[in-house]
């Protein structure tokens, strides 16, 4: 995949720069853009050569939940004119990287057997952002064959405290 990276750094970082100080606001639309652009079958749509630019851009925005701002249907036409739609996934992991950066942050997903509210999820993010020493986007996923517990991902740091993980330990230290 380091083609796809590759053609889609230049977009990444042209719309960073363009976004100025609403990075935040323009991850948003972002986002929306990428989770359309990587339906299949908006793909083999845009990937027929009967079907204009034009068609494709109205089926995106015609799918999308609100309303774009004038960056959002500029940037948009720019991919689809460039036959870029496919790329749109990836340009919003790296824009995600640069605004992150920019902040200090990064992203962490959190898996977990069941759902944590609110509350938990404050003081969770307190707790991890000690344990890794820096400022952290908390995701959550359910993973409900870890049992209890949770299992943080952060970058290419694993902080596993689940069940599943902990029956693992104890069968390797029985059989060992």
């Known amino acids: 995949m380091a083609e796809i990276a590759t053609i889609a750094r230049p977009y990444a970082e042209a719309l960073f720069k363009a976004a100025g100080s609403d990075a935040a606001g323009v991850a948003v639309w972002l986002d929306e853009l990428a989770a359309v652009a990587s339906n299949e079958q908006l ?11 034009d068609q494709v851009y109205g089926v995106v925005t015609g799918v999308l939940k609100s309303a774009l701002p004038t960056m959002a249907q500029n ?28 902040l200090g942050a990064f992203d962490a997903t959190v898996f977990s057997a069941f759902d944590i509210d609110a509350a938990a999820l404050a003081d969770l993010s307190g707790v991890l952002e000690k344990r890794f020493g820096r400022k952290l986007n908390l995701q959550v996923q359910l993973q409900p064959d870890l049992i209890g517990g949770v299992r943080v991902v952060v970058g290419d740091e694993v902080l596993d405290t689940s069940v599943k993980a902990r029956l693992e330990q104890m069968k390797m230290a029985l059989t060992a």
């Open 43 to 53: 793909r083999q749509f845009a990937d027929n050569p009967n079907v204009t630019a």
């Open 75 to 102: 940037f948009l036409r720019t991919v689809i004119d460039n036959g870029r739609l496919t790329v749109l996934p990836e340009i919003a992991e790296q824009f995600r990287v640069l605004k992150n950066a920019q």
